[in-house]
């Protein structure tokens, strides 16, 4: 009999599903608190009301500070593991999928969203923006969308590597992965984020293996002991916050195994949660979510700064809710509507 929380079809894993939406809701929250970024600068008003500097914002700004840390390796770790599920057996096939998923989303949305929001809310202007847009062609920009050409290339050099050292020992694959990850500065050539895409080549190939032992690992865990093992995690995190003992590995290792003993916690504890409309909804449109945030957090600074939101408590709370639960649902929106043209399109064709 299958445990709680084990697939919830063919190819999916509950844990994983919830994984996903929370790191996404993760990366909202890190993204939802800075003021100064890229030629966007604003300052809080003399006037702000005490909410900005209530106990409820300091929470949220040292989470976003902290999901900083490692939500990113996350996202990597995630998708190793993801793939190991539903493994491309040739290069060609794989290469085709991922730039249909990865490249074309990039280059659509950075080209048709992200680039004209920045401009119309300040973070370009009208003599640096052609050049933004060649950057953001060939890779050099400094959008959120990065993420998507580095993750490219992580499926394909994982490829290579683990048919180059044979398909059975996923070990020497990790160890080839640590030392290009490490040395990934030195490499003598970058080509549309290649070098950035093997900064995260480690964690990939991490996420592979560790899908390779959760069965396993999963065999000797009951809820109990999870609730534990997270509390114990806690307990680690907590203390590091507050006499700073552990370097940046171990800080990603522990956060990204914490949360995944979350999703853990969660799919045993609450066994329907993962067919719930609304996390299906969130689950459904989490790639919308990553694609269209960060652009639509400039929009509502734009917004907050122009008629001073923060001059008033419900106007602090209105700021901080459209930064995360706000932009969460017009990118959900914006999803939904891009789905509903994408199959008229088909239909057409």
């Not at 929001?117 to 300040?122: A, H």
């Not at 999870?226 to 509390?231: D, E, S």
């Not at 419900?314 to 043209?341: T, W």
Request: net charge positive; aromatic share 18%.
């Amino acid at each position: 009999m299958k445990a709680k929380g084990d697939e919830l079809k063919k190819g999916r894993v509950n844990e994983y599903d919830l994984l996903r939406v929370i790191a996404t809701i993760l990366v909202v929250i890190g993204h939802s608190c800075y003021l100064v970024m890229g030629g966007v600068h604003y300052e809080v008003p003399a006037d702000s009301s005490w909410v900005y500097d209530s106990n409820l914002f300091r929470i949220i700004r040292f989470l976003s500070g902290w999901v900083y840390g490692f939500h990113m390796p996350l996202f990597f770790l995630l998708s190793g593991a993801v793939y190991r599920l539903k493994e491309e057996d040739g290069l060609k096939r794989l290469a085709c999928n991922k730039l249909k998923r990865l490249i074309i989303p990039y280059y659509l949305c950075g080209l048709l969203f992200m680039l004209p929001v920045k401009l119309m809310t300040g973070y370009y202007n009208a003599d640096n923006y052609n050049e933004a847009v060649v950057k953001f062609l060939v890779g050099k920009g400094d959008g959120h969308l990065w993420f998507l050409p580095a993750l490219f290339w992580c499926f394909i050099i994982f490829w290579c590597l683990h048919r180059l050292v044979g398909k059975r020992n996923i070990y020497p694959v990790l160890v080839l992965a640590a030392l290009i990850q490490y040395f990934h500065g030195q490499l003598p050539f970058d080509f549309f984020l290649f070098k950035r895409g093997m900064g995260y080549l480690f964690w990939f190939v991490l996420g592979y293996w560790f899908d390779g032992v959760r069965k396993k690992l999963s065999e000797y865990s009951y809820y109990e002991y999870g609730v534990c093992k997270f509390l114990f995690l806690l307990e680690i995190m907590i203390l590091d916050i507050k006499i700073d003992f552990l370097n940046d590995f171990f800080v990603i290792i522990i956060c990204s195994y914490a949360v995944y003993l979350l999703c853990i916690i969660l799919v045993k504890k609450y066994e329907e949660l993962c067919e719930r409309w609304g996390f299906r909804l969130l689950l459904r449109h989490s790639m919308h979510i990553y694609l269209f945030h960060d652009p639509l957090e400039y929009a509502v600074l734009l917004a907050a700064f122009s008629y001073g939101w923060l001059s008033s408590r419900l106007g602090c709370l209105a700021y901080m809710g459209m930064r995360i639960i706000g932009v969460i649902i017009l990118s959900v929106v914006m999803g939904y509507i891009v789905d509903k043209l994408k199959s008229k399109l088909l239909k057409i064709s």
